[in-house]
Protein backbone atom coordinates (compact mmCIF):
# COMPACT_ATOMS: atom_id res chain seq x y z
CA UNK A 1 0.00 0.00 0.00
CA UNK A 2 1.47 3.82 -1.00
CA UNK A 3 2.14 5.64 1.95
CA UNK A 4 0.02 8.50 0.55
CA UNK A 5 -3.08 5.83 1.57
CA UNK A 6 -2.19 4.65 5.05
CA UNK A 7 -1.44 8.27 6.51
CA UNK A 8 -4.13 11.51 6.29
CA UNK A 9 -3.14 14.68 4.75
CA UNK A 10 -2.73 16.35 7.64
CA UNK A 11 -1.19 13.65 9.48
CA UNK A 12 1.80 13.96 6.78
CA UNK A 13 1.71 17.35 6.76
CA UNK A 14 2.23 16.98 10.61
CA UNK A 15 5.29 14.36 10.03
CA UNK A 16 6.87 16.57 7.91
CA UNK A 17 6.90 19.33 10.00
CA UNK A 18 8.31 18.04 12.72
CA UNK A 19 11.12 16.52 10.43
CA UNK A 20 11.84 19.73 9.49
CA UNK A 21 12.28 21.14 13.16
CA UNK A 22 14.31 18.19 14.43
CA UNK A 23 16.70 19.17 11.26
CA UNK A 24 16.73 22.48 12.13
CA UNK A 25 17.68 22.45 15.91
CA UNK A 26 20.11 19.77 15.06
CA UNK A 27 21.87 22.15 12.68
CA UNK A 28 21.90 24.80 14.82
CA UNK A 29 23.18 22.85 17.87
CA UNK A 30 25.17 20.97 16.30
CA UNK A 31 26.29 22.85 13.02
CA UNK A 32 30.24 23.63 11.79
CA UNK A 33 31.63 26.63 13.36
CA UNK A 34 28.25 27.91 15.17
CA UNK A 35 29.77 30.23 17.06
CA UNK A 36 30.71 31.78 13.81
CA UNK A 37 27.44 31.64 12.73
CA UNK A 38 25.30 32.98 15.89
CA UNK A 39 27.40 36.46 15.94
CA UNK A 40 26.86 36.93 11.89
CA UNK A 41 31.11 36.09 11.78
CA UNK A 42 32.68 33.47 9.29
CA UNK A 43 36.53 33.11 9.14
CA UNK A 44 36.43 33.13 5.44
CA UNK A 45 34.82 36.58 5.11
CA UNK A 46 37.98 38.09 3.88
CA UNK A 47 38.74 35.47 1.39
CA UNK A 48 37.46 37.63 -1.42
CA UNK A 49 37.66 40.94 -0.14
CA UNK A 50 41.14 41.36 0.94
CA UNK A 51 42.76 37.86 0.84
CA UNK A 52 45.98 38.57 2.61
CA UNK A 53 44.70 40.03 6.00
CA UNK A 54 46.14 37.80 7.79
CA UNK A 55 49.87 37.35 6.29
CA UNK A 56 49.69 41.21 6.92
CA UNK A 57 48.37 41.39 10.47
CA UNK A 58 51.38 38.57 11.05
CA UNK A 59 54.03 40.27 9.35
CA UNK A 60 53.68 43.66 11.63
CA UNK A 61 52.98 41.58 14.50
CA UNK A 62 56.38 39.81 13.88
CA UNK A 63 58.41 43.14 13.72
CA UNK A 64 57.19 44.58 16.58
CA UNK A 65 57.87 41.68 18.71
CA UNK A 66 61.15 41.83 17.86
CA UNK A 67 61.60 44.79 18.87
CA UNK A 68 59.45 44.83 22.04
CA UNK A 69 58.75 41.21 23.48
CA UNK A 70 55.46 42.23 25.35
CA UNK A 71 53.89 43.29 22.60
CA UNK A 72 52.03 40.01 22.10
CA UNK A 73 50.82 40.04 25.91
CA UNK A 74 49.75 43.93 24.92
CA UNK A 75 47.95 43.20 21.87
CA UNK A 76 45.50 40.31 23.64
CA UNK A 77 44.90 42.05 26.39
CA UNK A 78 43.17 45.49 23.79
CA UNK A 79 41.22 42.77 22.61
CA UNK A 80 39.96 41.72 26.16
CA UNK A 81 39.71 44.82 27.30
CA UNK A 82 38.07 45.62 24.28
CA UNK A 83 35.11 43.26 24.15
CA UNK A 84 34.51 43.62 27.64
CA UNK A 85 33.55 46.90 27.73
CA UNK A 86 30.37 47.40 24.58
CA UNK A 87 31.35 44.34 22.93
CA UNK A 88 33.86 43.39 20.45
CA UNK A 89 33.86 47.02 18.21
CA UNK A 90 37.52 48.56 18.31
CA UNK A 91 36.08 51.52 20.95
CA UNK A 92 39.06 51.11 23.10
CA UNK A 93 40.77 52.05 20.15
CA UNK A 94 39.39 55.81 19.79
CA UNK A 95 40.93 58.38 20.89
CA UNK A 96 39.47 61.60 23.08
CA UNK A 97 37.21 63.54 20.61
CA UNK A 98 35.41 65.84 22.66
CA UNK A 99 32.28 66.72 23.35
CA UNK A 100 30.90 63.40 21.31
CA UNK A 101 33.89 60.74 22.53
CA UNK A 102 35.21 60.41 25.50
CA UNK A 103 38.38 57.95 25.42
CA UNK A 104 38.38 54.12 27.23
CA UNK A 105 42.09 54.38 27.37
CA UNK A 106 42.39 56.96 30.12
CA UNK A 107 39.98 54.92 32.95
CA UNK A 108 42.09 53.35 35.43
CA UNK A 109 41.95 49.67 33.62
CA UNK A 110 43.75 51.25 30.68
CA UNK A 111 45.58 54.34 31.88
CA UNK A 112 49.32 53.90 31.80
CA UNK A 113 48.73 50.03 31.18
CA UNK A 114 47.35 49.43 28.13
CA UNK A 115 49.62 49.60 25.10
CA UNK A 116 49.95 48.57 21.65
CA UNK A 117 48.09 51.21 19.87
CA UNK A 118 51.02 52.05 17.77
CA UNK A 119 51.58 48.75 16.55
CA UNK A 120 47.44 48.48 15.98
CA UNK A 121 48.42 51.86 13.95
CA UNK A 122 51.11 50.67 12.04
CA UNK A 123 48.62 47.05 11.00
CA UNK A 124 45.95 49.41 10.12
CA UNK A 125 48.11 51.61 7.83
CA UNK A 126 49.38 48.24 5.73
CA UNK A 127 45.55 46.80 5.49
CA UNK A 128 44.47 50.33 4.00
CA UNK A 129 47.54 50.38 1.31
CA UNK A 130 46.59 46.88 0.64
CA UNK A 131 42.24 46.68 0.78
CA UNK A 132 41.08 50.20 1.40
CA UNK A 133 38.15 50.63 3.80
CA UNK A 134 37.80 47.09 4.23
CA UNK A 135 39.26 44.96 7.14
CA UNK A 136 38.08 46.69 11.17
CA UNK A 137 39.96 47.61 13.66
CA UNK A 138 37.80 45.29 15.94
CA UNK A 139 38.90 42.30 13.60
CA UNK A 140 42.59 43.76 13.37
CA UNK A 141 42.52 43.15 17.34
CA UNK A 142 40.80 39.59 16.83
CA UNK A 143 43.52 38.97 14.48
CA UNK A 144 46.46 40.17 16.39
CA UNK A 145 45.29 38.43 19.12
CA UNK A 146 45.80 34.77 17.48
CA UNK A 147 48.85 35.31 15.87
CA UNK A 148 50.45 36.75 18.65
CA UNK A 149 49.44 33.65 20.67
CA UNK A 150 50.72 31.34 17.97
CA UNK A 151 54.00 33.27 18.11
CA UNK A 152 54.61 32.78 21.55
CA UNK A 153 54.16 28.95 21.05
CA UNK A 154 50.24 28.89 22.15
CA UNK A 155 47.58 27.09 19.87
CA UNK A 156 46.21 28.44 16.34
CA UNK A 157 42.67 29.18 15.55
CA UNK A 158 40.79 30.07 12.73
CA UNK A 159 39.42 33.77 14.35
CA UNK A 160 35.58 34.19 13.32
CA UNK A 161 35.76 37.91 10.99
CA UNK A 162 33.32 40.07 9.80
CA UNK A 163 32.98 42.86 13.04
CA UNK A 164 32.51 46.23 12.16
CA UNK A 165 34.02 49.27 14.34
CA UNK A 166 31.58 51.03 16.66
CA UNK A 167 31.27 55.24 16.70
CA UNK A 168 30.94 55.12 20.51
CA UNK A 169 32.50 54.50 23.74
CA UNK A 170 31.32 53.66 27.08
CA UNK A 171 33.12 55.22 29.66
CA UNK A 172 30.96 53.31 32.92
CA UNK A 173 31.58 50.20 31.21
CA UNK A 174 35.27 50.99 31.01
CA UNK A 175 35.27 51.63 34.59
CA UNK A 176 33.43 48.54 35.49
CA UNK A 177 36.23 46.05 33.81
CA UNK A 178 37.80 43.09 35.89
CA UNK A 179 40.35 44.65 38.19
CA UNK A 180 43.77 42.77 39.67
CA UNK A 181 42.24 43.32 43.33
CA UNK A 182 37.95 41.77 42.35
CA UNK A 183 37.49 38.87 44.10
CA UNK A 184 36.58 35.89 42.50
CA UNK A 185 32.78 36.44 42.92
CA UNK A 186 32.96 39.55 41.45
CA UNK A 187 34.99 38.53 38.69
CA UNK A 188 32.53 35.49 38.02
CA UNK A 189 29.76 38.04 38.18
CA UNK A 190 31.33 40.08 35.52
CA UNK A 191 32.69 37.06 33.19
CA UNK A 192 28.60 35.61 33.52
CA UNK A 193 26.83 38.83 32.72
CA UNK A 194 28.91 38.56 29.16
CA UNK A 195 27.36 34.86 28.80
CA UNK A 196 31.31 33.88 29.78
CA UNK A 197 31.22 30.90 32.50
CA UNK A 198 33.68 29.37 34.83
CA UNK A 199 35.72 27.90 32.73
CA UNK A 200 36.01 30.76 30.15
CA UNK A 201 36.73 32.38 33.55
CA UNK A 202 39.71 30.08 34.10
CA UNK A 203 41.10 29.40 30.75
CA UNK A 204 41.00 33.49 29.89
CA UNK A 205 43.06 34.61 32.52
CA UNK A 206 45.92 32.08 31.92
CA UNK A 207 46.48 34.75 28.89
CA UNK A 208 48.61 35.93 32.06
CA UNK A 209 51.21 32.75 31.16
CA UNK A 210 53.00 35.78 29.37
CA UNK A 211 53.32 39.22 29.45
CA UNK A 212 54.59 41.94 32.51
CA UNK A 213 52.23 43.96 34.93
CA UNK A 214 53.02 46.64 36.97
CA UNK A 215 54.10 45.87 40.58
CA UNK A 216 51.43 48.51 42.14
CA UNK A 217 49.17 45.83 40.71
CA UNK A 218 50.64 42.71 42.30
CA UNK A 219 49.90 40.66 45.78
CA UNK A 220 53.16 41.97 46.80
CA UNK A 221 53.35 45.35 45.73
CA UNK A 222 56.16 46.84 44.90
CA UNK A 223 59.58 46.40 46.80
CA UNK A 224 61.11 49.44 48.65
CA UNK A 225 62.68 51.70 46.54
CA UNK A 226 60.95 50.69 43.48
CA UNK A 227 58.68 53.11 41.07
CA UNK A 228 54.71 51.64 41.01
CA UNK A 229 55.94 51.19 37.23
CA UNK A 230 57.81 48.61 37.54
CA UNK A 231 57.32 45.51 35.60
CA UNK A 232 57.04 41.97 37.00
CA UNK A 233 57.13 39.30 34.79
CA UNK A 234 53.12 37.52 35.02
CA UNK A 235 54.88 33.79 34.54
CA UNK A 236 57.81 33.85 36.51
CA UNK A 237 58.95 30.32 35.09
CA UNK A 238 58.46 31.01 31.11
CA UNK A 239 57.72 35.07 31.01
CA UNK A 240 57.44 34.99 27.29
CA UNK A 241 55.87 31.63 26.18
CA UNK A 242 52.38 31.17 25.81
CA UNK A 243 52.02 27.52 27.86
CA UNK A 244 50.15 26.13 31.12
CA UNK A 245 53.21 27.09 33.41
CA UNK A 246 50.82 29.96 34.92
CA UNK A 247 48.45 27.38 36.00
CA UNK A 248 51.63 26.05 38.21
CA UNK A 249 52.27 28.95 39.59
CA UNK A 250 48.70 29.68 40.80
CA UNK A 251 48.95 26.28 42.82
CA UNK A 252 52.46 27.24 44.28
CA UNK A 253 50.73 30.05 45.29
CA UNK A 254 52.87 32.57 43.13
CA UNK A 255 51.17 34.28 41.09
CA UNK A 256 52.05 37.66 40.86
CA UNK A 257 47.91 39.45 40.50
CA UNK A 258 45.72 38.64 43.15
CA UNK A 259 42.56 38.15 40.90
CA UNK A 260 44.75 34.90 39.54
CA UNK A 261 45.45 33.74 42.72
CA UNK A 262 41.66 34.25 44.35
CA UNK A 263 40.77 30.75 41.76
CA UNK A 264 42.32 28.80 44.41
CA UNK A 265 42.18 30.57 47.57
CA UNK A 266 38.92 32.66 47.34
CA UNK A 267 36.67 30.60 49.27
CA UNK A 268 33.99 29.99 46.93
CA UNK A 269 37.15 28.30 44.63
CA UNK A 270 36.78 24.66 45.96
CA UNK A 271 33.24 24.18 44.58
CA UNK A 272 34.24 26.50 41.05
CA UNK A 273 37.70 27.46 39.52
CA UNK A 274 39.98 25.41 41.68
CA UNK A 275 39.65 21.78 39.99
CA UNK A 276 39.81 23.98 36.85
CA UNK A 277 42.85 25.34 37.21
CA UNK A 278 44.00 21.98 38.64
CA UNK A 279 43.08 20.33 35.35
CA UNK A 280 44.77 23.02 33.15
CA UNK A 281 47.67 22.26 35.18
CA UNK A 282 47.67 18.58 34.72
CA UNK A 283 47.13 19.28 30.88
CA UNK A 284 48.60 21.89 28.73
CA UNK A 285 46.52 20.72 25.57
CA UNK A 286 43.46 20.86 27.87
CA UNK A 287 44.44 24.61 28.46
CA UNK A 288 44.50 24.97 24.56
CA UNK A 289 41.52 23.64 23.50
CA UNK A 290 39.30 25.51 26.20
CA UNK A 291 41.02 28.61 25.85
CA UNK A 292 40.76 28.68 21.72
CA UNK A 293 36.65 27.41 22.56
CA UNK A 294 36.69 30.88 24.76
CA UNK A 295 38.57 32.89 22.97
CA UNK A 296 35.92 32.66 20.02
CA UNK A 297 33.08 32.96 22.41
CA UNK A 298 34.52 36.27 24.18
CA UNK A 299 35.11 37.27 20.49
CA UNK A 300 31.23 36.78 19.40
CA UNK A 301 30.46 39.41 22.51
CA UNK A 302 27.86 41.70 20.80
CA UNK A 303 30.12 42.18 17.95
CA UNK A 304 28.52 45.33 14.92
CA UNK A 305 27.73 43.37 11.57
CA UNK A 306 26.11 43.74 7.77
CA UNK A 307 25.26 47.68 8.32
CA UNK A 308 26.06 48.46 11.68
CA UNK A 309 28.66 50.38 12.53
CA UNK A 310 31.45 51.64 10.66
CA UNK A 311 35.17 50.61 8.96
CA UNK A 312 37.41 52.92 10.60
CA UNK A 313 39.56 54.50 8.08
CA UNK A 314 41.82 55.67 11.18
CA UNK A 315 41.33 53.27 14.23
CA UNK A 316 41.60 56.06 16.61
CA UNK A 317 38.80 58.30 15.14
CA UNK A 318 35.47 57.62 13.62
CA UNK A 319 35.15 58.71 10.10
CA UNK A 320 32.30 61.32 10.33
CA UNK A 321 31.55 63.65 13.68
CA UNK A 322 28.72 62.51 15.10
CA UNK A 323 28.36 66.83 15.64
Not at 84 to 109: H, Y
Not at 171 to 184: R, Y
Not at 216 to 233: H, I, Y
Request: charged content about 20%.
Amino acid sequence: MAASSRFPLAARCSLLLTAALVLALSLGAHGHAGADAGAGLSSSFYDDLCPGAGDIVRRVVQKARVADARIPASLIRLHFHDCFVQGCDGSLLLDNDLPAIMTEKEVPANDRSARGFKVVDNIKRALENACPGIVSCADILALASEISVELAGGPRWSVPLGRRDGTTTNIESANNLPSPFDSLETLQEKFKNLGLDDTDLVALQGAHTFGRAQCQFTQRNCSAGQDDETLVNLDTVTPDVFDNKYYGNLLRGRAPLPSDQVMLSDPVAAATTARIVRRFSGSQKDFFKNFVASMVKMGNISPLTERAGEIRNNCRRVNRKPY
